[in-house]
Every structure is written in C-alpha cells, then in structure tokens.
C-alpha cells in the first residue's frame, strides 16, 4: 500500500531554533495536513493544504508556523523560533479528494520533535 | 465547532474476550465520516475502520466492527476475539466530508489480558 514518509523520525533543537520537519505525501493525493501529538494527549490539528495554499488552520498555527510545497512532491512544516511546548510527535497526513471510496486520511509515522 | 468525546481514559479485557470502546460526537453537519485509530507504543497512527455517516449499516472490518447510531451521534468499536497485539491507544475521529480536518477524541488506552 501506498506511505506517506516523512523525516527525520526524530528532530532535537535548541529553543529559538528553527526546524523544519519534511513529509513526502502520497503522489496522487490533493489534500496535505499537519496534526500534532503532546505526549500522552489527544491528536491536534495544526493545518490543511490544498492547492498550494492553506485551506483551513487552528489557532495552533500561529506566526511562527508556515507550510510549503517546494516542488512536486514534499511538503514541509517550519517553526520559525521553537519553544519548549513545540515538544511533540508531528504527524503528516494527505488524503485524496472526490473519491468517497477514498474519503480517509493516511498518516505517516511521525517526526517526534524535542526542543531543549 | 466538532468535539469528540471518549470517556473511557483506560479499558482492559481478557485475550480472546470481547471489549467495547466508547465515542460520542457532537456536530452540525449530515454528512461526515467517522474513523477509529489505533496507536501502539510506536505511535504510528493505523487506521482500524470507518464509517460513511449517510450510511445505515454498521462498519465491520474482520474482528473490529462499530455500531454506530447516528441519531445518539454515538460511534463504538467493538474487539472480537481480541489478541494480545490489539493492545494500543485507541482514537475516535471525526471528519466532515469533502476534506477538512479531522477532530479527534483524548483516546482510550486498551489493554489485553493473556
């Protein structure tokens, strides 16, 4: 079956750092998001990308967060200027749309992101 | 605003038995799709089963199944015959149709009992 990839599997910064975690979608799929996961708490939603721009964001995704497509195939989160509380597990995920067969979302496995 | 409610923090059963995990959501729309998540220790997110909200019948994927009541805007997973490798953080989610975000429910720790 088709993956979703994303890397590295673990990203440790320094507060005030800027990191960016890279996701490579699935290459049919429209629709691009970023969820994260505070250890121990329930899957947040962070932003959801559709034709090379945002389509919908939480209040989670505040100034220091952005998205890019750069080509035709990755999609990436950058924190601008990391803080303690952006320690989480990142998840990408991308779904294709139209299709009610295939109206779900596939994850990838995480970038774990510990900032110190 | 979507919420997705479990209200069972932990669940335990015995190898072989049978377990229900609890969900209830709360939203305005008619037409939505409705997913359960498991998440082990890897915390990889895997898909167990969903559920098309415009349809009557109960989603059932091998040992897992739902029952899901639409007019309650309940939606249960159901374990048959459950194994020691079903042990896992498991996820209740609910997403409109058409593509958006999907909310998700604070989980449910299920443990398995040899």
């Known amino acids: 079956e088709p993956e979703v990839t994303q890397t590295p599997s673990h990203q440790v910064t320094q507060m005030g750092q800027e990191v960016i975690l890279r996701c490579v979608p699935i290459s049919n799929h429209l629709y691009f998001y970023w969820y994260r996961q505070i250890l121990g708490q329930k899957v947040e939603f962070l932003v959801s990308f559709y034709n090379n721009e945002i389509s919908e964001k939480s209040e989670i995704f505040d100034d220091q967060f952005s998205v890019e497509r750069p080509d035709g195939s990755n999609f990436t989160l950058k924190i601008r200027s990391t803080k303690l509380e952006d320690s989480a597990m990142y998840f990408c995920?991308?779904?294709?749309?139209?299709?009610?067969?295939?109206?779900?979302?596939?994850f990838g496995s995480g970038t774990q992101l510990s900032v110190l | 605003a979507q919420t997705v409610t479990q209200s069972q923090p932990e669940m335990s059963v015995q190898e072989a038995e049978t377990v229900t995990l609890s969900c209830t959501y709360d939203t305005s729309e008619s037409d939505y799709y409705l997913f359960w998540y498991k998440q082990p220790p890897s915390r990889q997110m895997i898909l167990v089963i969903r559920?098309?909200?415009?349809?009557?019948q109960n989603a059932t994927e091998n040992r897992f199944s739902v029952n899901f009541q639409k007019a309650a805007k309940s939606f249960s997973l159901k374990i048959s015959d459950s194994q020691l490798g079903d042990a896992a953080m498991y996820f209740c989610a609910y997403r409109r149709a058409g593509a958006g975000k999907s909310t998700f429910g604070d989980g449910t720790t299920l443990t398995v009992k040899p």
């Open positions: 559920q098309e909200a415009y349809k009557q």
């Open positions: 995920a991308s779904s294709e749309v139209g299709s009610s067969a295939n109206e779900k979302l596939f």
